[in-house]
């Protein structure tokens, strides 16, 4: 079946530095959707990408569609220890939405 | 009510035990998904629900487990004689409209589910 992979699996990083979770799929994606979950806490929609090559921003979080719809990324520029916490994308081309490996992110103070 | 609301939060249940887990979703939400979360994994998909209709099923790992949203609203979820693999986080999740394409889903916060 289809594989959705993210890859790091985890990432630490200095308060200030840049920040990125790569996001693949076994097959093409209709679209895709990103999620962050806190330690503890559930998944929080963050955004969806629906065209090939969309590139999203909000605020310090630039998401990325490739153009052959089968990866995704999710840049965060200088990060805060607010980010800390789980980023899954998402396959949400059907209703079952096929979820990614998640990357978890813990930023250093 | 604000949010899905998931009870209980946190369940330790002996092996063999029955557990029932309960989700309220947002009101008026049409669909409603439950979803495994194991620790360091990604959620995955169990069962979805178009008002009282059982839709899809076919992510329930096995005959011991059991969902019904008889009216549409609340639905529970129930794991019978449980086993350690249980162990795990059940979201539940809503959507206002029927589900399709990318629509935006909201999860609840979880029934933590310990089988010892």
């Known amino acids: 079946g289809q594989q959705v992979m993210q890859i790091p699996q985890y990432q630490h990083v200095q308060e200030g530095e840049d920040f990125t979770t790569y996001c693949n799929s076994s097959?093409?994606?209709?679209?895709i959707q990103w999620y962050k979950q806190r330690p503890g806490g559930h998944p929080v929609f963050l955004i969806q990408?629906?065209?090939?090559?969309e590139v999203k921003k909000q605020k310090r979080l630039t998401f990325q569609f490739g153009e052959a719809k089968k990866n995704s990324s999710l840049h965060i520029t200088a990060t805060q220890t607010t980010d800390v916490g789980t980023y899954f994308c998402?396959?949400?081309?059907?209703?079952?939405?096929?979820f990614g490996t998640g990357t978890r992110l813990k930023v250093l103070a | 009510g604000a949010g899905v609301s998931q009870s209980p939060r946190y369940k330790v249940a002996k092996r063999g035990q029955d557990v029932a887990l309960r989700c309220d979703p947002i009101?008026?939400?049409?669909?409603l998904f439950w979803y495994q979360q194991a620790l360091g994994q990604g959620p995955e998909f169990l069962t979805y629900?178009?008002?009282?209709?059982?839709?899809?099923k076919s992510g329930l790992p096995s005959d011991r487990f059991f969902a019904e949203r008889p009216e549409g609203s609340v639905s529970t979820l129930k794991i019978q004689r449980t086993q350690q693999e249980d162990s795990a986080v059940y979201l539940c999740?809503?959507?206002?409209?029927?589900?399709?394409?990318?629509?935006?889903?909201?999860f609840g916060e979880g029934s933590w589910l310990t089988v010892v």
């Open positions: 999740a809503s959507s206002l409209a029927f589900a399709g394409v990318g629509n935006t889903i909201y």
């Open positions: 097959t093409t994606l209709s679209n």
């Open positions: 990408l629906v065209k090939s090559g």
């Open positions: 998402a396959d949400s081309g059907t209703y079952k939405y096929i």
């Open positions: 009101s008026g939400h049409v669909s």
């Open positions: 629900f178009q008002n009282e209709a059982q839709l899809d």
